[in-house]
Every structure is written in C-alpha cells, then in structure tokens.
C-alpha cells in the first residue's frame, strides 16, 4: 500500500508556471504506474498525465499535451507535474495517484490509491 501527498498548487495569473508534487509513502513509489488527474468545479474528474514505473512512458490528456510535464524521482519517491503556460480553463484541484501492473492507464478506475489534492487557481 502506498500514502500519497500532494502540494505545490496555489494562485498563479494565466501564462505562469507551477510545479506540483507527490511525495509517496509506504511502499516504494518504483513499484507503481503513477498519474495526474484533476477536477474542475462542476466536472468530472479528468486524466492529466501518466509516467510509468521507471519512467520510459508518459501520456498526455490533450488539453495540456505541450504545457505540462511529468516526472518522477523514485529516489526520492517523488512525481512532479511542471505546469507552463497555465490558462484558466486549468483551474482544478489536482490528484495524484498510483497503481500497480504493467499497462498504464487513464481512467480513474485505472489507480487504488489516491491523494487528497491541491488546489491550483489560474487567474486571467
């Protein structure tokens, strides 16, 4: 089982840049598929990005494909989500979360565990 964290998010103008974290805990951050997702006031939760256990794949939901980033440091149990460009049609709280197995997934039902989110506002 793994214990997932999230911080980094807060109130930024539209064009700016923020960078989230996920720090993990409990068993080792390696042994997952991890992802991004957010939810919009009013919305459903939505897949933002991907990265595989050691990092080889990452996946894109399209909205953001050119503008965000993510990457692990499984040294430091770590997954980041470089936010560029920010637009307020980006203003969620965003999750993290992990899953096991070998195909990465972006569904929802994809990944157990779950982070308790972070707010990021993009002001225009």
């Known amino acids: 089982q793994v214990q997932l964290v999230e911080s980094g998010g807060g109130l930024v103008q539209a064009g700016g840049s923020l960078r989230l974290s996920c720090a993990a805990s409990g068993r080792t951050s390696s042994s997952y598929n991890m992802a991004w997702f957010r939810q919009a006031p009013g919305k459903e939760r939505e897949f933002v990005a991907h990265?595989?256990?050691?990092?080889?794949?990452?996946g894109y939901a399209d909205s953001v494909k050119g503008r965000f980033t993510i990457s692990r440091d499984n040294a430091k149990n770590t997954v980041y989500l470089q936010m560029n460009s920010l637009k307020p049609d980006d203003t969620a709280v965003y999750y993290c979360?992990?899953?096991?197995?070998?195909?990465?997934?972006?569904?929802?039902?994809?990944?157990?565990?779950w982070g308790q989110g972070t707010q990021v506002t993009v002001s225009s």
């Open positions: 990265i595989s256990k050691i990092g080889g794949r990452t």
């Open positions: 979360a992990a899953a096991g197995g070998y195909q990465l997934s972006s569904s929802l039902s994809g990944y157990a565990y």
